[in-house]
């Protein structure tokens, strides 16, 4: 079988809504000669004159008022697929969306993402899951659809990344901790008892790097996984903990913090999204959304 010119069908649609070859070669942009040989080609393919002879104008044929209206549906609908997506109605969108964030983000971030899009769209429901790792695969296989974190090594290189705000590490400690009171020096912090975040355990990072660099060393007394996980242990100890300053604004609610003793490199906190979702005009609404639920002062 051989395969019908689709671009027929657009011809198809502007002769049978003009009634005329004429004006339907003025509307495309045809010589009238043109046109004619494509009324040939369209007689052919369909097996029906579709235009005749009627004094000195054109009548359709019982076959071409049959296809009329089917044919204007079917180029109306190919224009739409080639179309650019437009943004849905928002009032009226359902639609979920699981994000996957480091510890800390939903907490500070989370209300007012939910108002936010709650507002905008009622119908959207967010999903948050645990960051436990920088593996890409979940935005790979769409079982996550956006996530934020600190970009490293380990995300694949077609992913598509756009920076949040920049963080840096604090220390925090209880109330009446011998450090929430005077100056804290690099010695005075490094003779504390610490606690270290680490997924993956380990007990090093820029902060001992700084200390080495004086001749000090932290004590270590446990690592833990999270940061929430670390300031419950700061709360009800003399532990030290470092954590992210934005990220734990609240999570470090009732407690003394304190600008390091020593220089550490700040870093960019961003969203992370599949290259597939970049054009969907309802992701972009979304990634909107962090961006600017993340830029507000509080």
């Not at 756009?162 to 925090?172: E, K, P, S, T």
């Amino acid at each position: 079988m051989s395969t019908p010119d689709l671009n027929l069908l657009i011809t198809l649609d502007v002769l049978l809504a003009e009634g005329s070859v004429a004006g339907a070669a003025r509307r495309l942009r045809l010589s009238p000669s043109a046109m004619s040989r494509a009324l040939a080609r369209l007689r052919e393919a369909t097996g029906d004159p579709l235009l005749v002879r009627a004094g000195r104008g054109l009548v359709p044929t019982p076959r071409a008022l049959e296809l009329r209206e089917r044919v204007s549906l079917l180029v109306q609908g190919a224009e739409e697929v080639l179309r650019p997506a437009q943004r849905p109605d928002l009032k009226q969108l359902v639609r979920s969306f699981t994000m996957r964030s480091s510890e800390g983000f939903v907490e500070n971030f989370g209300a007012r993402l939910i108002a936010r899009i709650s507002e905008e769209a009622p119908g959207v429901r967010l999903r948050f899951v645990q960051k436990s790792s920088k593996d890409s695969t979940p935005l790979r296989d769409g079982t996550v659809d956006l996530e934020t974190g600190v970009v490293g090594t380990e995300e694949g290189p077609e992913l598509r990344v756009q920076a949040l705000f920049r963080d840096r590490f604090i220390g925090v400690v209880r109330k009446g901790h011998p450090l929430s009171k005077g100056r804290v020096t690099p010695k005075r912090y490094a003779d504390g008892k610490h606690v270290v975040v680490s997924r993956r355990g380990r007990e090093r990072g820029p902060t001992d790097e700084a200390l080495r660099a004086l001749g000090l060393e932290r004590r270590i007394v446990t690592i833990v996984s999270g940061f929430a996980t670390a300031l419950a242990l700061a709360q009800q100890s003399d532990l030290i903990a470092n954590v992210p300053e934005r990220h734990t604004g609240k999570l470090r609610e009732g407690m003394h913090s304190f600008p390091l003793p020593v220089a550490t490199p700040w870093f960019n906190v961003s969203m992370i999204w599949h290259p597939r979702l970049h054009a969907d005009p309802v992701h972009h609404w979304l990634r909107e959304c962090v961006r600017e639920v993340c830029a507000e002062k509080r």
